[in-house]
T-cell receptor, first 109, second 114 residues
């Protein structure tokens, strides 16, 4: 069983659509990260959050600690948003990180 | 430099040989992580350095893997007697403070063991 589950695994959207990617985890955490991996492998850290909500441009990340769930939202999606989005959590015992398998997003013009 | 620098970007080695992968983190970043991503797989945590503390080696898959961080800056990941299953992209990331900040990834080293 994976400590971090993401859904959906694959997502295709039309440009302009509102997108939601979900992450559920089963371990106690000190922080949750959303990462973006573009084709070619480059990884960018989008958000780190331990409570509440963060917003950066068209991206919004929320976390519900009680429900052990986080969502990444993309408003007014654009083809350049096409990437793999990875949820990662840092356990609250030690330094172990657990990763979801990623959500592959394709935004069609 | 402005980002996390990894070298080499690509490495092809023969099975059984040793390899060294280098990571140059962002200046002032005290936390440094090594991960690997095998083909079609997710990210796998390998090792974590924080300041002068003893590293967290809990993710290293075998004793053929080791890493050091000299002077709290540059880190080297060494794989001895490489095996084909070691083929992966090895990623390094650094952070100012792992508890309170996000982290910046390097572009990775693609290791191919033939």
């Amino acid at each position: 069983k994976n400590e971090v589950e993401q859904s959906p695994q694959n997502l295709t959207a039309q440009e302009g659509e509102f997108i939601t990617i979900n992450c559920s985890y089963s371990v106690g955490i000190s922080a949750l990260h959303w990462l973006q991996q573009h084709p070619g492998g480059g990884i960018v850290s989008l958000f780190m959050l331990s409570s509440g909500k963060k917003k950066h441009g068209r991206l919004i990340a929320t976390i519900n600690i009680q429900e052990k769930h986080s969502s990444l939202h993309i408003t007014a999606s654009h083809p350049r948003d096409s990437a793999v989005y990875i949820c990662a959590v840092r356990g609250n015992t030690g330094n172990q990180f657990y990763f979801g398998t990623g959500t592959s997003l394709t935004v069609i013009p | 430099g402005a980002g996390v620098s990894q070298s080499p970007s690509n490495k092809v080695t023969e099975k059984g040989k040793d390899v060294e992968l280098r990571c140059d983190p962002i200046s002032g970043h005290t936390a440094l992580y090594w991960y690997r991503q095998s083909l079609g797989q997710g990210l796998e945590f390998l090792i974590y350095f924080q300041g002068n503390s003893a590293p967290d080696k809990s993710g290293l898959p075998s004793d053929r893997f080791s890493a050091e961080r000299t002077g709290g800056s540059v880190s080297t990941l060494t794989i001895q007697r490489t095996q084909q299953e070691d083929s992966a992209v090895y990623l390094c990331a650094s952070s100012r403070d792992s508890a309170n900040y996000g982290y910046t990834f390097g572009s990775g080293t693609r290791l191919t063991v033939v």
